[in-house]
């Protein structure tokens, strides 16, 4: 069983910054991706960051130049630092990762809160 759980999560005013993280624990044998979705109230969940196994990242045009997605594969973990965050950034976020364990498929964490204030 894989299991990931974020951190890092909070109320923070416009301009400021937050590091989630999430740390994946369980049988795993491979990454291929990992990433964090968000969804805002009302709204559909949205990709944020992604980072591949060969350490290729993507990003949200929203997410470009202000967050960045990083990973300590030794650890299992993956980090997504936001900066100068909006009020429109305000979302629980989700740590997403594609992997091999017994079979390979997609995981999701339970998600933590950001909620940014004007």
């Known amino acids: 069983q894989v299991q990931l759980v974020e951190s890092g999560g909070g109320l923070m005013q416009a301009g400021g910054s937050l590091r989630l993280s999430c740390a994946a624990s369980g049988t795993i044998v491979s990454f291929d991706a990992m990433g964090w979705y968000r969804q805002g109230p009302g709204k559909e969940r949205e990709l944020v960051a992604r980072?591949?196994?060969?350490?290729?990242?993507n990003y949200a045009d929203s997410a470009k130049g202000r967050f960045t997605i990083s990973r300590d594969g030794a650890k299992n973990l993956v980090y997504l630092q936001t900066n100068s965050l909006k009020p429109e950034d305000t979302a629980v976020y989700y740590c997403n990762a594609d992997l091999v364990s017994w079979s390979r498929r997609t995981y999701w964490g339970q998600g933590t809160q950001v909620t940014v204030s004007s």
């Open positions: 980072i591949m196994q060969d350490g290729t990242t």
